[in-house]
């Protein structure tokens, strides 16, 4: 099987897997239910479409590259296949916590991150829903960092089905048994870890950027272990758009280009707009 096959096989394995058990062991009850579906997924086909377009052969591409020159640290310090691919495996999960934070910080980028915070339900969907612009931009980094790290092809593969995997398992409106969550949260990001994340409340959308690994929040002190209203009563999404159309595509294709911000960017300035945010 070749990489587009395998991803695919796992992508929807692990997309109806999670769908099924939400069905039979949710979290929570949905408010908008999956009238959502019909977006959230249309924009990962045309997420889809547009990377195939633009950037075909993607961070595999770069790390063919990066291995054929000998470029990147990896490939300088030449280490052990196995100690190799797992540093690249490791570092890229914290490249992908560094840009998740760098998202919420900076106003540009939170225009685009809005779309996925949006959803004002939280289930397996929420994992695939991000705008293309983002998508571009986090390809972007994903390739530069590959090449400058040397990453090998097999890690990179590797990462890529365990962040789509995870990106979905941890949006999953599932409820896993209290032990196996406290046993599982010690490594990775569980469903109850990361659902804080997509609380409207900004000190707990602003926590738990991890997408695999939960080590990054621990380390950099971005980690919070339970909503302040709990699982049944937190409301998800964001404030100022709880009364807006954020289950249909078009509003989500618009979104980044309103105004308001809501309250939530970690470094912006406060204007009588996002005092009283409405769109």
Same mark, same amino acid.
């Not at 069905?23 to 009850?29: D, H, I, S, T, V």
């Not at 990775?188 to 997509?198: A, E, W």
């Given at each position: 099987?070749?990489?587009?096959?395998?991803?695919?096989?796992?992508?929807?394995?692990?997309?109806?897997?999670?769908?099924?058990?939400?069905?039979?062991?949710?979290? #929570?009850?949905?408010?908008?239910?999956?009238?959502?579906?019909?977006?959230?997924?249309?924009?990962?086909? =045309?997420?889809?479409?547009?990377?195939?377009?633009?950037?075909?052969?993607?961070?595999?591409?770069?790390?063919?590259?990066?291995?054929?020159? $000998?470029?990147?640290?990896?490939?300088?310090?030449?280490?052990?296949?196995?100690?190799?691919?797992?540093?690249?495996?490791?570092?890229?999960?914290?490249?992908?916590?560094?840009?998740?934070?760098l998202?919420?910080?900076?106003?540009l =980028?939170?225009?685009? /991150?809005?779309?996925?915070?949006?959803?004002?339900?939280?289930?397996?969907?929420?994992?695939l829903?991000? @705008?293309?612009?983002?998508? %571009?931009?986090?390809? =972007? %980094?994903?390739?530069?960092?590959?090449?400058?790290?040397?990453?090998?092809?097999?890690?990179?593969?590797?990462?890529?089905?365990?962040?789509?995997?995870?990106?979905?398992?941890?949006?999953?409106?599932? &409820?896993? +048994?209290?032990r196996l969550?406290?046993?599982?949260?010690?490594?990775?990001?569980?469903?109850?870890? @990361?659902?804080?994340?997509?609380?409207?409340? &900004? $000190?707990?959308?602003?926590?738990?950027?991890?997408?695999n690994?939960?080590?990054?929040d621990?380390?950099?002190?971005?980690?919070?272990?339970?909503?302040? #209203?709990?699982?049944?009563?937190m409301r998800?999404?964001?404030?100022?758009?709880?009364?807006?159309?954020?289950?249909?595509?078009?509003?989500?294709?618009?979104? +980044?280009f309103? /105004?308001?911000?809501?309250?939530?960017?970690?470094?912006?300035? #406060?204007?009588?707009? $996002?005092?009283n +945010?409405?769109?």
């Amino acid at each position: 099987m070749d990489e587009s096959s395998i991803r695919l096989a796992f992508f929807f394995t692990i997309l109806i897997g999670m769908a099924l058990l939400e069905l039979f062991a949710p979290r #929570k009850q949905l408010t908008q239910g999956r009238k959502r579906w019909g977006a959230n997924l249309g924009i990962v086909i =045309l997420d889809a479409a547009i990377v195939r377009l633009l950037l075909p052969a993607g961070a595999t591409g770069a790390a063919v590259w990066a291995a054929g020159h $000998q470029f990147g640290i990896l490939n300088w310090l030449e280490l052990p296949a196995p100690i190799t691919i797992f540093a690249a495996v490791v570092l890229l999960d914290l490249i992908i916590y560094a840009q998740h934070l760098l998202f919420h910080a900076l106003p540009l =980028l939170w225009r685009l /991150h809005m779309v996925h915070h949006a959803d004002r339900d939280i289930d397996v969907t929420t994992g695939l829903r991000f @705008h293309p612009i983002e998508i %571009i931009i986090s390809l =972007l %980094i994903k390739i530069s960092c590959v090449v400058l790290l040397g990453a090998p092809v097999m890690a990179v593969i590797i990462f890529e089905v365990v962040l789509n995997g995870m990106a979905m398992f941890n949006h999953a409106n599932v &409820k896993l +048994p209290r032990r196996l969550d406290a046993l599982l949260r010690l490594l990775l990001i569980t469903p109850d870890v @990361h659902r804080i994340h997509h609380s409207i409340i &900004k $000190q707990e959308t602003n926590s738990n950027y991890g997408f695999n690994l939960s080590i990054w929040d621990r380390l950099f002190g971005t980690y919070r272990a339970q909503p302040e #209203k709990g699982h049944a009563a937190m409301r998800i999404g964001l404030e100022h758009l709880q009364q807006a159309p954020t289950h249909q595509l078009g509003f989500m294709l618009r979104l +980044p280009f309103h /105004h308001q911000l809501g309250q939530y960017p970690i470094l912006q300035h #406060k204007t009588n707009d $996002q005092e009283n +945010p409405h769109v």
